[in-house]
Nanobody, 129 residues
């Protein structure tokens, strides 16, 4: 049974920082594509930060320069460091994972797809002005 569990959310004032954690059990995160998503009330979930199969990180334009995604392979935990928080960052934050796909003929991992199969339960971040 594989699972993800987020923590670290909570209330924070505008300009402040939070670090979200996503602990994995049942598998090793470094073998997976991982990402953070968020969902605003009444809206669809949107991608915030991604680690691709080759370790490349990408960010949504709205968080670029303020958020940092990282993976601690020893702790088997995914992190999202959020700095310079704004009220517009108020949302439920989720971590997600998908299996990496390996090309045996090419000897490399394929880039991650847009489909994530495993999700955490979410952690609420509330930024007050």
């Amino acid at each position: 049974q594989v699972s993800l569990e987020e923590s670290g959310g909570g209330p924070v004032q505008s300009g402040g920082s939070l670090r979200l954690s996503c602990a994995a059990s049942g598998y090793t995160l470094k073998s997976f594509c991982v990402a953070w998503f968020r969902q605003f009330p009444g809206k669809e979930r949107e991608g915030v930060a991604f680690i691709d199969s080759d370790g490349t990180t990408t960010y949504a334009d709205s968080v670029k320069g303020r958020f940092t995604i990282s993976l601690d392979n020893v702790e088997n935990t995914l992190y999202l460091q959020m700095d310079s928080l704004k009220p517009d960052d108020t949302a439920m934050y989720y971590c997600a994972a998908q299996s990496k796909r390996y090309s045996y003929t090419g000897g490399h991992f394929y880039p991650c797809s847009n489909t994530y199969s495993t999700w955490g339960q979410g952690t609420q971040v509330t930024v007050s002005s």
